[in-house]
């Protein structure tokens, strides 16, 4: 196998990895709220029960974990970002996808979780 072909094959799995991750950043996204909204929402309708501000511990901790995650992530795009874009030089492309959107995305659901972890804990505290 010579380089270029290395090379594409690099390319394609970066590529598709980043799909890859897409997908799954969107379908953490949904099980958390999935599971944060119905937590919440039970919460919510059973309120006057003893000791169910500790039903929101599950979300809480969730979104710190996640939150986490996510930052962790977007940290590494970095790489992925400067790798692709080494590999497009390498090919001769005058363009690459741009992998800063996941990276951004990333961010913006680290804070997200953030929030939403402060509110819940909030709305525990005060319970």
């Not at 990276?103 to 819940?120: D, N």
């Amino acid at each position: 196998m010579n380089e270029v072909e290395t090379l594409w094959r690099q390319y394609s799995m970066q590529v598709d990895l980043y799909k890859h991750y897409l997908k799954i950043t969107i379908e953490f996204n949904v099980f958390y709220y999935a599971i944060t909204g119905a937590i919440v929402s039970y919460y919510f309708a059973h309120s006057s029960e003893p000791h169910i501000q500790y039903s929101l511990l599950l979300p809480i901790i969730m979104s710190f974990l996640f939150s986490g995650f996510f930052f962790y992530g977007s940290v590494l795009m970095k790489y992925s970002r400067e790798e692709v874009f080494e590999i497009r030089d390498k090919l001769g492309f005058s363009t690459a996808p741009e992998l800063n959107v996941l990276r951004v995305l990333l961010w913006i659901f680290s804070a997200l979780m953030i929030f939403v972890s402060i509110g819940l804990a909030s709305l525990m505290y005060w319970a």
